[in-house]
């Protein structure tokens, strides 16, 4: 499995996965504006690893403030946070990892700077390792869901390249895989990014995992036909309700599982939920540019002047989500009560 994201040396590398799978090449920051081009641009991508990227961005920005004096350092960092903050406004890890990265730097406020600086690379470092972690005591938990003989879909990438490593739900088919249940997978190509086609089928052939890719489009024709037993997608972000924002796309797929009678899961690590979402209504879907849209590649398909809305999420209500798959356990609806019991 090839890492997402590294230190080497002084600087932060990470896979570009614009290239993927054509090339593996690797994009190398040297300072914190480089990371937040990285997530802007999609060079990395995938709610936890943008925030395992932040937190190793906020590193190396701690790394370039050149000042002795501690209350100083905290007002530069805690700025370098907020353009941070910005890069993508939709995956709640990002802020998860900004607040993290800036309540150590308050908790060192007594402490020299050079210690401060020090302390943020290994706790990016550590978010990194826990992250892997995670995914794999998740992936343990949502095997379970999984029948001994099973054909799953999914719907973008939400596997070792969307996180420290691994994956979620990619981590919840490699765990069903590891513990000998027969699985075939059905990616969705994942317009317009092709997430699936070039990152998902990479992934899963590099285990020996079976998988078919599929234009979205065929997902409820599949179903309909009973060649899909269970769904697993990613999180961006899901509200205190249960709601669940992911890629676009995913809120059709789950309506047709709901039509079809097909179990609906969500796997993500608990720094994917937000309580102080009520609902998803609240979560910011990231629009992102037309070109995305009316390009294949370089090439222009469109008619020129064409208009095109281009939203990168979309919400799932909680209705259509059979159970929430994380790191400490599976919970079922309604989440609103489980989601309550699950955080601090
Ligand atoms: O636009 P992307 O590629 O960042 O979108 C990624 C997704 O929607 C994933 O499903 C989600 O981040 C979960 S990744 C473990």
Redesign the pocket.
């Known amino acids: 499995m090839i890492p997402t994201i590294e230190w080497d040396g002084q600087y932060v590398r990470m896979i570009d996965q614009r290239k993927l799978p054509s090339r593996i090449e690797w994009y190398v920051c040297r300072g914190y504006r480089d990371v937040i081009k990285a997530i802007e641009k ?1 060079v990395i ?6 925030g395992v990227a932040a937190a190793m961005g906020l590193a190396l920005g701690g790394f370039s403030i050149k000042t002795k004096s501690t209350a100083a350092f905290m007002d530069k960092f805690k700025k370098m946070g907020q353009k941070m903050l910005l890069a ?1 406004p939709t ?1 709640v890890n990002l802020r998860w990892a900004v607040e993290r990265m800036v309540g150590l730097v308050e908790r060192m406020k007594t402490d020299p700077v050079d210690e401060i600086k020090s302390a943020l690379k290994e706790e990016s470092e550590k978010i990194l390792a826990e992250d892997i972690e995670i995914n794999r005591r998740m992936g343990l938990n949502g095997q379970e869901l999984v029948p001994a003989k099973a054909t799953i879909l999914t ?5 070792s390249l ?2 420290g490593g691994y ?3 990619l981590g919840v088919i490699r765990a069903a895989h590891e513990k000998g249940k027969k699985i075939k997978v059905i990616a969705d190509e994942t317009r317009p ?1 092709l ?1 699936g086609l070039r990152l998902t089928a990479f992934e899963l052939m590099e285990d020996g995992i079976p998988v078919s890719v599929i234009a979205d489009n065929a997902a409820g024709s599949l179903m309909r036909q009973g060649m899909i037993d269970v769904v697993v ?4 972000r899901i509200a205190a309700n249960g709601d669940v924002a ?2 676009i796309g995913t809120y059709q797929v789950a309506v047709l599982a709901k039509a079809n009678k097909i179990p609906f899961y969500v796997a ?1 690590p608990i720094s994917t939920i937000d309580q102080t979402t009520r609902n998803g209504d609240m979560i910011p879907v990231e629009e992102r540019g037309g070109d995305e849209i009316f390009r294949f590649g370089k090439k222009r398909i469109g008619p020129e002047g064409v208009s095109v809305l281009n939203p ?2 979309d919400i799932t209500p909680a209705k259509y989500v059979s159970a929430i798959i994380t790191e400490k356990k599976v919970i079922r609806p309604p989440f609103g009560r489980g989601i309550k019991a699950l955080l601090p």
């Open positions: 999609m991508r995938g709610a936890p690893a943008i993508r995956a719907h973008c990438n939400a596997g969307a996180t994956g979620t739900a990014w997430q997608t990613g999180a961006d992911n890629k993500a990168a999420f």
